[in-house]
C-alpha cells in the first residue's frame, strides 16, 4: 500500500508559486484581448504656458508590477521633480511649464516600458483686421424750414433799380454740426405781388440762393450755410418753406464687429494682439531625473 502511495505522488502535479507578470506580458495579451494597458498618463493644459503631467498603474495591473521609476525625462519644458516611489492605481501628478510656444514631451521609463507623452504647440492665434475710424461722409439728409418775414429776414438794402422795393434775406443752415449743403430748393412761397423771388427780374442784382458773404455767386453747394434772397415792395407778412438737403461728415469705423463702436472695438483687437503674440518663456532643457534602483523589502 506504501508503494502504491508513494507511486500516486510521484506523478501528482504539485502547486508551483504564481510569477508576477511583467508589463511586456500584459503588452503581448492586450494584442490578442480587451485588457488595459499597464500604465495610465496624460498631459492636460492649465492655460498656455502651464499644464500637468499625470501617470499612474491602470486598475487592472497586478501590484507585483515593477512600477518603480528610473528616468524622468522632459523636452520642450520643465516639470517638478518627480517622486522617488513606485507608481499606484491613484497616479502622481507634477505641475509643468512650456518652453516657447513649441511642443513638449514627457517621458516616463520603469523596468517595464515607457511611457511618453507629447503637448501640442500652441495654436497660433488669428488677430483679426485692425480697426480703423475713415472720414467719410453720410448719405444725403433732407430738413424742411418754415421761414416767415418778421421773424427770419431782414433789410439789407433798397432795390437797385426798384427805389421802393426793399431787398431782404434770410439765413438758413442745417440743424447738424458739420453739414456741408447739397441743394438748396424752395417748396412754396407766399402767393403775392408784394413778395417777389430774387432775381425778379434781374431787380434784385443777387440770385435767390447764395452763400451768406458773397452775394456774386449763385448756389449753396458745398457751403455751410445759405442765404435767401426776396424783394418786397409793401410791410406785409409773407412765408416761404424750403427745402435743405445736406450731408454730415462721419468717422466710420472700418473692421469694427457690428453693434460695437471704435473705442471698444480696438480694445478688443489690442487685447486679441497681445494673446497671439504672447510667447512662453524659453527655458533650456534639464538633464534627466535618474533614479537609483531600490531592494525590495
Not at 480694445?267 to 494682439?273: G, T
Request: proline share 7%; aromatic share 6%; glycine share 6%.
Amino acid at each position: 500500500m506504501r508503494r502504491v502511495l508513494i507511486a500516486i505522488l510521484a506523478v501528482w502535479p504539485m502547486p508551483t508559486a504564481l510569477a508576477a507578470e511583467s508589463c511586456a506580458d500584459r503588452r503581448a495579451a492586450s494584442e490578442r484581448s480587451e485588457l488595459e494597458p499597464c500604465y495610465w498618463g496624460e498631459l492636460k493644459s492649465v492655460d498656455e504656458c502651464r499644464f500637468t503631467f499625470a501617470a499612474g498603474l491602470s486598475a487592472t495591473t497586478q501590484r507585483k508590477l515593477s512600477a518603480q521609476p528610473t528616468k524622468f525625462r522632459v523636452s520642450g519644458g520643465r516639470c517638478e521633480r518627480w517622486p522617488n516611489r513606485p507608481l499606484s492605481s491613484a497616479g502622481t501628478s507634477v505641475q509643468c511649464v512650456r518652453s516657447g510656444n513649441g511642443s513638449a514631451r514627457v517621458t516616463l521609463e520603469t523596468a517595464d516600458g515607457v511611457l511618453e507623452r507629447t503637448l501640442k504647440p500652441v495654436a497660433a492665434g488669428r488677430v483679426p483686421d485692425e480697426p480703423v475710424l475713415e472720414k467719410g461722409r453720410s448719405s444725403p439728409q433732407i430738413e424742411v424750414l418754415s421761414l416767415h418775414r418778421s421773424r427770419d429776414y431782414h433789410q439789407v438794402e433798397f432795390g437797385r433799380i426798384c427805389p421802393t422795393c426793399r431787398l431782404l434775406a434770410a439765413d438758413v443752415r442745417p440743424s447738424q454740426a458739420d453739414a456741408t449743403i447739397l441743394e438748396v430748393a424752395l417748396i412754396s412761397t407766399s402767393d403775392s405781388s408784394h413778395w417777389l423771388r430774387c432775381p425778379a427780374s434781374w431787380r434784385c442784382g443777387v440770385s435767390e440762393f447764395t452763400p451768406p458773404n458773397e452775394p456774386q455767386l449763385s448756389g449753396c453747394a458745398g457751403r455751410g450755410a445759405c442765404r435767401i434772397w426776396r424783394l418786397s415792395d409793401d410791410e406785409s407778412e409773407a412765408r416761404d418753406t424750403v427745402q435743405i438737403t445736406y450731408e454730415v461728415q462721419q468717422a466710420k469705423c472700418k473692421n469694427c464687429p457690428e453693434g460695437l463702436d471704435y473705442a471698444s472695438a480696438h480694445k478688443r483687437w489690442e487685447a486679441a494682439r497681445a494673446q497671439a503674440d504672447r510667447v512662453c518663456e524659453i527655458l533650456p532643457d534639464e538633464a534627466p531625473q535618474v533614479f537609483g534602483t531600490r531592494r525590495p523589502r
